[in-house]
């Protein structure tokens, strides 16, 4: 557990290592919005070799003035990014994956559903 990632104003460390023993949680379950921003869709274009045209149509969805990847229904009657691997429990786009699953599980709704996140993630830990 030497490996701890921590960030100030959070009650929990992250242990990255765990993840491997995840079924993908944090790509999988309600559904919600997957942000992606003008930078990230230009990187993730050019990661799966696809023009932008291509991209919005076939995996982001607009909502207002922003854009939100889209989710596929998972046979355990959730929801997955539509970039999760369902079959390897891995994502797909990890290189190029947008700065909300970078930052994942260190978001600002977490400081006060602390509870929320360590049911969710098996790589969270107690500091």
């Known amino acids: 557990m030497n490996n701890l990632i921590k960030k100030d104003g ?25 942000w992606i921003n003008a930078q990230e869709i230009n990187t ?38 539509t970039f999760f691997d369902l079959e390897k429990r891995q994502c797909s786009i990890y290189e190029a994956r947008p700065i909300q699953c970078r930052t994942f599980p260190f978001w600002d709704y977490f400081k006060e559903n602390t509870q929320e996140v360590y049911e969710e993630c098996p790589a969270i830990r107690t500091i």
């Open 10 to 34: 959070f009650p929990y460390a992250f242990e990255p290592s765990a993840c491997d023993t995840c079924a993908g949680n944090c790509c999988i379950g309600e559904s919600g919005y997957i």
């Open 44 to 81: 993730l274009a050019t990661h799966l070799n696809i023009s932008l045209e291509e991209l919005r149509s076939k995996y982001l969805e607009k909502k207002g003035y922003k854009y939100s990847i889209k989710e596929v229904k998972s046979a355990e009657d959730n929801y997955a990014c």
